[in-house]
C-alpha cells in the first residue's frame, strides 16, 4: 500500500483512512462451504483512471500483501464478528461474493416448479381430452339411435355407395316432427336395425323403385376435379341408357371454358376420371356452348355455339347425326342462369326421356320446358312455367318434375321450385342444398344411379337424393 496510507481500522466492518474517508470496505462472511471469506473495495487516492498495463504488477503485490495482513487479523481475534453484524443493505460486497453460489440452486428451484407446474396443465388436459373423447363417442351412439328411430318410413333410405357417413355428422334433411315419426314406425313395424342396414348399404327399398317427389339432397362427393383453369366449369356425364360399346359406367367430360370447346374427353368409368386419364378424346365437329350438354341412348346433345339450334353427336360413328333449331330460344347470354356463362339452354335427362331447358321472347324470361324426341330432336310438348330463369341457379328434371337451385355461390342454398309437367303447376320449395365449393356451373340428374351429377368450380360431384312416394 502507498505509504501515505495508515492501517485499516475494522470498526463495524468499514475501515476508514487516516484522512476520514472511506477508504475501503470490508466484509466478511461464509461462503456455501462454511469457509470465512473477506470481500473489499480499495479507491485509489490520486489516480482518476486505472493504472496502464505496467502498473497491474504492483497492485497484484499491494494486494497480496494486504491478503497477508487480514490473514494475521483473523488469526488475532480482532475482526470477530464483522460482517455478520452489519445491516442487509450495506453489505453490497458480500452480497455479491455470495450470488453466484445460491442464485444456482434457487434458479433451479424455480425452474422445477413451473417444470412440476407445466406437467401438471399437460395432465388436466389429457384427462378432458379423454372425457371429450367419451362424449363424442356418446354422442355419436345416440344420433346414431335418433336416425334409426326418426327416419320416415316411406322415403327409403339413401341410395349410392359413397353416401355413407359417419354417425357424428348429422344429416341436413329436416325430419318429421318425432312424435309422427314414432306413431308412423310402429304402423308400419319397420325394426330400426334393418332401416340402417339398407341405409348403410345403400340399397334403395321397394318403395324407392319407382318415381316420387324431390325429399332430400345429400351431401356432396368428389370424384374427380379439373387441374387447368378450362375447367373452372364444365359438364360430366353418364349414360342411363347406354348402347353397345358403352356402358353405364362410361364417364364423359366436357371442359367449357374457352371460345372453341371442341374436346369431348371418354372415361372407361369414373375412378378413371378420378385419375384424370381418359381412354379417348373424341374432337367435335361444331363447338358447344357453356354447360347444357347430356349424353342419353348413345348421342351427345348439346347446343352448337353461337346459335339456338340443338344437336346429337352420335358417339360410334363420331359424326353430327341430327340438329334442328329451338324456335325463339334465347342464346349467347339473352336468358342464362343467375351465374351468366350463356346457359341460355340447357338439356336435361330423367325416367321419361330427354328435356330442354330455356326462355323466349313471349314467354319473357320464365323457363320454357320443353320434351324431345331423341332421334330428330322434335319438340313433342311445351310448358311455360312461372319461375324466372334468371331468378335460379340451374335446374334439374325428375319423374318429369323441374326442380330449381337458388343460388350457385352461396355454400348452404336450397332447391326452392318445383314444376309438375303432369299438373302444369308450380310450388315453392326449401330443401337444404350444399355447394362446397361455391361455384355451381351444372347440375344434371341421372336416373339409372338416382343422383344428381354437377360441376362445383373445377370439382365433379355427385349427390345422393331421396324421393318420396304418395
Not at 447 to 460: G, I, K, V
Amino acid at each position: 500500500m502507498p505509504g501515505a496510507w495508515l492501517p485499516l481500522l475494522l470498526a463495524g466492518g468499514l475501515a476508514l483512512s487516516a484522512r476520514g474517508d472511506p477508504a475501503a470496505l470490508l466484509r466478511r462472511d461464509n461462503d456455501a462451504s462454511g469457509r470465512c471469506t473477506y470481500s473489499f473495495t480499495v479507491a485509489s487516492p490520486g489516480e482518476v483512471s486505472c493504472p496502464e498495463a505496467g502498473s497491474v504488477a504492483r497492485l497484484r503485490e499491494e494486494l497480496a500483501a494486504l491478503g497477508a495482513r487480514l490473514s494475521r487479523l483473523e488469526g488475532a481475534g480482532g475482526v470477530g464478528g464483522v460482517g455478520g453484524s452489519g445491516p442487509r443493505g450495506a453489505d453490497v460486497s458480500g452480497a455479491w461474493s455470495r450470488g453466484p453460489q445460491r442464485a444456482a440452486p434457487e434458479g433451479c428451484e424455480e425452474l422445477q416448479r413451473a417444470k412440476e407446474r407445466l406437467e401438471e396443465e399437460k395432465g388436466r388436459l389429457e384427462r378432458e381430452k379423454e372425457e371429450l373423447g367419451r362424449r363424442l363417442e356418446s354422442s355419436a351412439q345416440e344420433i346414431a339411435r335418433l336416425r334409426a328411430a326418426r327416419c320416415p318410413s316411406g322415403t327409403g333410405g339413401v341410395p349410392g355407395r359413397d353416401t355413407l357417413r359417419s354417425a357424428s355428422k348429422a344429416t341436413r334433411w329436416e325430419p318429421e316432427p318425432l312424435g309422427y315419426q314414432e306413431l308412423k314406425s310402429e304402423r308400419t313395424e319397420l325394426p330400426a336395425s334393418r332401416l340402417l342396414e339398407e341405409t348403410a348399404l345403400g340399397r334403395p327399398r321397394a318403395e324407392d323403385s319407382g318415381c316420387g317427389e324431390l325429399a332430400w339432397v345429400g351431401e356432396p362427393v368428389v370424384l374427380g376435379r379439373a387441374d387447368t383453369i378450362a375447367g373452372k366449369y364444365g359438364v360430366w356425364m353418364k349414360d342411363p341408357e347406354p348402347v353397345s360399346p358403352f356402358t353405364r359406367e362410361t364417364t364423359w367430360r366436357v371442359d367449357t371454358v374457352g371460345t372453341e370447346v371442341r374436346q369431348l374427353f371418354q372415361y372407361e368409368a369414373a375412378e378413371q376420371l378420378a385419375r384424370g386419364y381418359p381412354a379417348k378424346v373424341h374432337v367435335l365437329p361444331r363447338p358447344l356452348e357453356s354447360t347444357g350438354a347430356v349424353v342419353y341412348r348413345g348421342g351427345l346433345f348439346f347446343q352448337p355455339r353461337l346459335s339456338r339450334a340443338l344437336a346429337r353427336y352420335d358417339l360410334r360413328a363420331e359424326a353430327i347425326s341430327a340438329e334442328r333449331e329451338l324456335p325463339g330460344a334465347g342464346y349467347h347470354g339473352q336468358y342464362p342462369y343467375s351465374w351468366g356463362g350463356y346457359t341460355d339452354i340447357d338439356l336435361a335427362v330423367d325416367e321419361t326421356g330427354l328435356w330442354v331447358v330455356y326462355s323466349t321472347e313471349k314467354a319473357k324470361g320464365a323457363i320454357v320446358l320443353s320434351k324431345l324426341d331423341p332421334e330428330t330432336l322434335e319438340i313433342r310438348r311445351t310448358w311455360e312455367t312461372n319461375i324466372r330463369k334468371q331468378s335460379v341457379a340451374n335446374s334439374f328434371i325428375i319423374c318429369g318434375t323441374l326442380y330449381t337451385v337458388s343460388s350457385y355461390s352461396a355454400a348452404n342454398t336450397t332447391v326452392n321450385f318445383a314444376y309438375d309437367t303432369a299438373t302444369g303447376t308450380s310450388r315453392s320449395l326449401s330443401i337444404p342444398f350444399e355447394n362446397r365449393f361455391r361455384y355451381l356451373s351444372m347440375v344434371d340428374y341421372n336416373p339409372a344411379e338416382r343422383r344428381l351429377f354437377a360441376w362445383d368450380s373445377y370439382n365433379m360431384v355427385a349427390y345422393p337424393v331421396r324421393l318420396a312416394h304418395a
